[in-house]
């Protein structure tokens, strides 16, 4: 079982979709059979056996054993994957494209970024799995709490700034064996999960704008 299976074909991205299948995936963490995975989902075991056959069909659960019980062999299956990630592959037709409108402060355009690394990342994975090779990556995550809309305008700079300086530094273009690496920096509003609507923490531009000009 892999840690994590990237999902870039449309029709098994359908298939991990279906609220049935995405719960008979979770359960399948662990082997099981459709008798076993029918009592703990509370449907039929001939509804169970077909969603199970659909998930087979798509590469998303794999055989593990099968049982001789009297006249009957049990199929004993489990999901090929720990967690899945649907890549905007599989929605190639409208994946955002981060080259359409490149602006740093737009957070469509985040959203973009944010869609292209999953897919090329996703690639990496499907890649290095199959060579049975690590991918060389490198992530961080933290949290600051800004006093005001012109701290993190400020900050924002400040950041471009240092990552500009260290790619500057580092970057290599006449290295005949060198690799490039892609960088991206992401700020956004954290979101406190349960909160009813977590817009209502996002200020527009017009409203930062203001903030800044009377700090």
Known sequence: MFEVTVIEDPAAAEASLDPVRARLL????????ATALAARVGLPRQKVNYHLRELERHGLVELVEERRKGNMTERVLRATAASYVISPVAL???????RRSPDRLSAHW???LAAKLVRDVGELLVGSAREHKRVATFAMEGEVRFASAADRAAFAEELAGAVAALVGKYHDETAAHGRPHRVIVAVHPAITRGTPDPAQDVKTDEEDNKE???S
């Open 92 to 98: 190639a037709a409208v994946q955002p494209d981060p």
């Open 110 to 112: 985040l959203l973009a």
């Open 26 to 33: 979770a359960e399948l963490a662990e082997p099981g059979s």
């Open 212 to 214: 800044i000009e009377e």
